[in-house]
């Protein structure tokens, strides 16, 4: 199985950046896409960023393009969400998300994903 650790996440301003961090372990060589979701409180979980195997392609919401940029390391078997220009509306729990089929393109809900981190805590304060 894949086990996924997430890391990074804390109390920010709003404007400051963040990185967070994803440590997959297990049977890493069955991944293909990753991927960042995040949930606020009260609201469903949303999806935030997905990256192909190879990390060529890369694939955002709306509310984060060209604030945010996921990034993997196949090498270390981690991936990276870095988050710049926080707004208060960014705040929620952050998770990352692994699946070892080989879909056609990232997968965009949280069905297509079989492995999740625990979470790690995003708040932007003003």
């Known amino acids: 199985q894949v086990q996924l650790v997430e890391s990074g996440g804390g109390l920010v301003q709003a404007g400051d950046s963040l990185k967070l961090s994803c440590a997959a372990s297990?049977?890493?060589?069955?991944?293909?896409?990753m991927g960042w979701f995040r949930q606020a409180p009260g609201k469903e979980r949303e999806f935030v960023a997905a990256?192909?195997?190879?990390?060529?392609?890369?694939s955002y919401v709306d509310s984060v393009k060209g604030r945010f940029t996921i990034s993997r390391d196949n090498a270390k078997d981690t991936v990276y969400l870095q988050m710049n220009s926080l707004k208060l509306e960014d705040t929620a729990v952050y998770f990352c998300?692994?699946?070892?089929?080989?879909?056609?393109?990232?997968?965009?809900?949280?069905?297509?994903?079989?492995?999740w981190g625990q979470g790690t805590q995003v708040t932007v304060s003003s």
């Open positions: 998300a692994a699946t070892t089929t080989n879909y056609w393109s990232p997968p965009l809900t949280a069905n297509g994903y079989g492995y």
């Open positions: 297990g049977r890493t060589f069955r991944i293909y896409y």
């Open positions: 990256v192909s195997p190879s990390g060529g392609i890369a």
